[in-house]
């Protein structure tokens, strides 16, 4: 093919050989069964234990149930995308943070399980690390490290409610584990700068500048690490042990009963339009509804400090 200088093609050429571009469905097709075959691997079964995952305030219940009794159900495009996103992005950041146990099983009251990630003694950066931050004296102690990939357009702050979802499966552990810090790593997807305008019952107005900040201004961070400490003396731990016990046994009951009659709805209905479970859990039905009140939220619960 001749490409004649300044970017144009001589025009039969052009007819003759162009090139070929269409939609590849069967490929996509190919894609989406392979990552069905994978995700139904790791799907659980209603007899196994129940996962922290499972019973996060903020996700819901009858979801957690449904996933496990469907036998089998449409993958929705956003399951497919989380899905992906999390496994990649925790693959590259527990390489990168030099994780020598990758993952730690541990029970709680033989109903729960956890497999939270943990840095080990044995990296260069954690003694360092230790010192500065950590209430832990000695060079043996360990961490817990729960990485989040989110498309949140905004940095996330602790009294951000999405923040305080990643934060409550990090406090989680470390109730589980016995631990007492934590680091939160949160890699933002989308890094293009959005400047609320406006709310309506449509949803949110944005705009989104060409340059990420003013002149001077830092561009947005794509990554984001927290330190979490939550001292093994602090009364938060019963609170949350307790939050954890009657979630647990609430899902508990119900697969082992095999009903969802008890199962509160989500709290927040909104989740139920993406649902791969609306049609069989019909919400518009169910009258208990999960609460919205955090513990998390209590004015003087979380004190942010300056690393700095
Ligand atoms: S439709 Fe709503 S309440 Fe029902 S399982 Fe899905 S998220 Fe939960």
């Not at 070929?20 to 996509?28: A, E, P, T």
Request: proline letters at 3%; aromatic letters at 8%.
């Amino acid at each position: 093919m001749a490409l004649i200088w300044g970017g144009s093609y001589q025009s039969n050429t052009k007819k003759e050989m162009p090139i070929i571009i269409s939609k590849d469905y069967r490929f996509l097709h190919l894609l989406r069964t392979n990552l069905k075959v994978l995700y139904s691997s790791r799907k659980r079964k209603p007899e196994d234990r129940i996962h922290v995952s499972d019973i996060l305030s903020g996700s819901c219940l009858r979801k957690a149930f449904y996933a496990r009794v469907v036998k089998d159900y449409d993958l929705t495009v956003e399951d497919i995308d989380n899905f992906v996103r999390g496994e990649s992005s925790e693959y590259v950041l527990v390489g990168l943070a030099d994780i020598g146990v990758t993952q730690k099983e541990l029970l709680f009251e033989d109903d729960l399980i956890a497999r939270p990630d943990l840095m080990t003694g044995s990296s260069s950066h954690k003694s360092e690390f230790q010192n500065t931050i950590s209430t832990k004296k000695d060079n043996e102690a360990e961490i817990i490290v729960e990485f989040k990939d989110t498309k949140s357009f905004e940095r996330l702050t602790p009294d951000n409610k999405r923040f305080k979802s990643y934060l409550r499966q990090l406090l989680y552990y470390l109730v589980i584990s016995g631990y007492d810090t934590g680091i939160l790593c949160i890699r933002y997807s989308n890094n293009r700068r959005l400047v609320w305008i406006k709310r309506d019952t449509k949803g949110d107005y944005f705009f989104s500048p060409k340059t990420n900040g003013q002149e001077g201004e830092e561009s947005l961070t794509e990554i984001e690490s927290w330190t979490v400490i939550l001292e093994k003396g602090s009364n938060i731990r019963d609170i949350l042990k307790e939050e954890i016990r009657t979630r647990v046994s609430l899902l508990k009951s119900a697969l082992d009963s095999n009903s969802d009659a008890q199962l509160p709805k989500v709290a927040e209905e909104w989740k139920c339009i993406k649902c791969p479970f609306r049609q069989t859990c019909n919400p518009s039905s169910v009258i208990s509804q999960d609460s919205e009140i955090d513990i998390l939220d209590e004015k003087g619960l979380i004190v942010t400090i300056d690393s700095n």
